[in-house]
């Protein structure tokens, strides 16, 4: 059944993108159907890595930022991830064989 967990994580990417940046979101409309999922799913990733360095004043930013890392590579390597961002995330880049050290460099 992880057809209706990648779906799930999907539609928590797209979601994201719309609720965080309505122009970028209604822009997408505008690419290929098929690249609008994964568009989407690196949106969400980079939306959540801001997020802890803009809005999470009140917590340990680098522990944060440190896991969120981890976390990402461990999904990556895996092939899936709980937190349904960074599963939507994986499968973009591992679809895609997105060269790891851009990621690193982000």
């Known amino acids: ?6 779906q ?10 719309k609720l965080y940046s309505t122009s ?7 690419l290929g159907k098929e690249l609008r999922q994964p568009i989407h ?6 939306r959540l890595a801001d997020e802890i360095v803009d809005s999470f004043h009140h917590y340990d930013k680098k522990f944060l930022l440190a896991k969120f890392k ?9 092939g899936i991830s709980l ?12 679809q895609y064989q997105i060269d790891l050290e851009l990621i690193v460099l982000f």
């Open 1 to 6: 059944m992880k057809e209706i967990f990648d």
């Open 8 to 17: 799930l994580s999907a539609d928590c990417s797209r979601l994201t993108t």
């Open 24 to 30: 970028f979101s209604y822009g997408i409309y505008f």
């Open 41 to 46: 799913a690196i949106y969400g990733f980079v």
């Open 70 to 78: 981890e976390d990402t590579f461990e999904a990556i390597n895996l």
């Open 83 to 94: 937190n349904p961002i960074l599963n939507s995330f994986q499968e973009v880049v591992n």
